[in-house]
């Protein structure tokens, strides 16, 4: 199995379009650390500056017609701002921890690149014709096709790992090394306000963004496998996270949907304490994430198991 | 010597909805022999060797490789496989040499030693760190039968080998394949439908049509069997169609002149003479009478014939 892995692995990094995406993630970390620079200004009297941001929040839950999560969201900054007013604590100053905190939009584009990658691996044998001679060894279907998805998930981990090393390094040379143990204002899953370490909360986020990067690689895999179709499978999985962003706030509002995993893909709502409904945790989105890579792969390797190579 | 078969067809069919592709195959091959799968195309050669190799379900029956079942213990049977099916398709943008490293990790005891020395035997050492889109036909090829040949097999698979080969590659790839079965006791299975190739390649050959095995002989047999021999009478090209008229008004038949002034008969020896008091009488310049060996290609079309 490690040497079937071995070679997925040789087969993904030596394409040309396995690098223009590493590059390309490589230049987009670094761009969104510049902008999150510039954007950033250091406050010069915390105290004034936090009692603006209450006036703010609470002029923001005067509108009525607030959507669910931007009205959670000031709720959350609310009890943070007075939570620092009245206990003295002031937000840390900008450091490559926080700023790691703020892009975890850019997980977004580790699954893009990831799905194109999952939805080529299997389908591009077919188009190359080269499964014919990667089935006919002393292996099963069953070692082939899971050691190839077992190295598009190694090669997601890897751009998830770049994404943290270059975000960090960039940050670094705007903000200095950063203090490790540094800690700033949380919610907890019950909505209070707790103390957390920065550092450890950037790791929880990107650690547990596993779980959503894997069960949309698992999709484009899947459908890539069934359908024998790396374009129809990148196509897919594109629309599939488009719609899935905007069946977050409708989750909101219809309670089965929760049992998609739309609602369930986003890690870093329950880093900020934004479920899509009161009685999400995190527990239970990593459970239904799980459940479908479960079903998925057992379609996908049961399809594989029966199928003719005809052609 | 080994008595037990490399291959062994037990009425393997392939049947896909209610249209039977292959009917029930049953032939043995033994190691060290080279054995020709001929047919036209769409007979159902390739099908047979994807069932060979586990690519597609066989229907009905089994094909054993070594003693073990190709549908019930896969492992053990392709272990002692080696095959191009269709095209020699490679990684075009791996190396020649990753390309087999890629299949030299898949089977133990593949050393890189075994990597170097395969792709010397082929000949490919001197580009074999280029990537694999700038190899020629031939040299894909080349590279397509060394990862065949990677771990040694006791059984070579080569479907349509010569397609996209030169007369030189033909030529080396029959020679090599020769040696492969008398020196190394491989049995090679070759499927083709150019037969010419085939019957100097081929110690037996399996004549299949239309999903069934319709002869398997001896090559030697196979092109020597029959008692007419194919004569050919080289005439004045504006007799010919006089020539022509007057034979098969006397119930011989005539195959199509491939030069004019050239036509192809088939005669029992003792009919020659007969024939050519015949011609002569009705005053046609004889230049020349050829007794021909018929080929394979002359066999296959009578047989398909006679099926018909």
């Known amino acids: ?311 | 010597m080994n008595h037990m078969p490399v291959v062994r067809f037990e009425r393997a069919a392939k049947k896909v909805g209610k249209r039977t592709i292959v009917h029930d195959l049953s032939f043995d091959i033994a190691a060290g022999e080279v054995f020709g799968f001929l047919g036209p195309n769409g007979a159902g050669k390739t099908t047979t060797v994807r069932m060979m190799v586990g690519l597609i379900k066989i229907s009905r029956g089994d094909i054993f490789i070594k003693g073990h079942s190709i549908t019930k213990s896969f492992k053990q049977a392709i272990r002692h496989v080696g095959a191009i099916v269709e095209n020699p398709d490679l990684y075009n943008y791996l190396t020649g040499y990753q390309n087999l490293k890629h299949y030299a990790r898949m089977v133990p005891g593949v050393t890189s030693d075994r990597i170097e020395e395969i792709a010397e035997t082929v000949g490919l050492t001197g580009r074999l760190h280029d990537k694999t889109k700038t190899y020629s036909l031939g040299m894909r090829q080349r590279l397509g039968i060394a990862q065949a040949l990677l771990h040694r097999p006791s059984l070579l698979i080569l479907d349509e080998p010569t397609n996209g080969l030169d007369p030189a590659g033909i030529h080396e790839l029959r020679g090599y394949l020769k040696r492969l079965a008398r020196e190394e006791d491989v049995a090679v299975f070759v499927s083709s439908h150019l037969l010419s190739e085939m019957e100097s390649m081929c110690d037996r050959a399996g004549v299949l049509q239309n999903g069934k095995l319709i002869r398997i002989e001896k090559v030697n047999d196979l092109v020597r069997g029959g008692d007419k021999k194919l004569v050919c009478l080289t005439l004045d090209p504006a007799q010919a169609q006089q020539a022509r008229n007057l034979m098969t008004a006397s119930n011989y038949e005539v195959r199509s002149e491939e030069r004019p002034g050239e036509l192809r008969i088939p005669l029992r020896p003792d009919e020659i003479p007969a024939v050519s008091q015949m011609l002569m009488q009705a005053g046609i310049r004889i230049y020349g009478i050829q007794m021909r060996e018929p080929s394979l290609e002359d066999k296959f079309l009578e047989w398909t014939e006679e099926k018909k």
């Open chain 1, 1 to 311: 199995m490690i040497g079937l892995i071995a070679n997925e692995s040789m087969k993904i990094y030596s394409r040309r379009l396995t690098w223009i995406l590493l590059l390309l993630l490589l230049g987009i970390t670094i761009g969104a650390s510049v902008l999150g620079n510039v954007n950033s200004a250091r406050a010069a009297d915390w105290r004034t500056e936090t009692e603006q941001l209450v006036r703010q929040y609470e002029d923001r839950l005067r509108i009525a017609e607030l959507s669910p999560t931007l009205r959670a969201d000031a709720e959350n900054k609310l009890k943070i701002a007075n939570y620092r007013l009245a206990n003295d604590v002031p937000a840390p100053d900008p450091d490559p921890w926080t700023a790691l905190l703020s892009f975890s939009g850019l997980i977004e584009t580790v699954i893009v690149f990831a799905i194109i990658v999952g939805a080529d691996i299997v389908a591009g044998e077919y188009t190359a014709g080269t499964m014919k001679l990667l089935l006919i060894r002393p292996h099963s279907r069953a070692a082939i096709l899971f050691s190839k998805y077992i190295a598009v998930l190694l090669f997601a981990a890897a751009m998830l790992a770049l994404l943290l090393l270059c975000g960090y390094a960039a940050n670094v040379l705007f903000y200095g090394w950063g203090d490790l143990r540094a800690t700033d204002l949380f919610l907890n899953g019950q909505g209070q306000v707790v103390q957390s370490t920065v550092s450890m909360q950037v790791l929880k986020m990107y650690g547990l963004s596993l779980f959503p990067i894997a069960a949309y690689v698992t999709f484009a895999f899947a459908v890539s496998t069934i359908l024998r179709s790396g374009a129809l499978a990148i196509g897919i999985s594109l629309l599939i996270m488009i719609v899935g962003n905007s069946m977050i706030e409708a989750t909101a509002k219809i309670e089965g949907l929760k049992y998609l995993p739309f609602a369930n893909s986003d890690m870093s709502l329950y880093i900020f304490h934004l479920p899509a409904r009161p009685e999400m945790t995190l527990n239970f989105s990593i459970a239904v994430l799980s459940a479908y890579i479960a079903a998925l792969l057992l379609l996908s390797w049961i399809v594989f198991q029966q199928r003719d190579v005809s052609f």
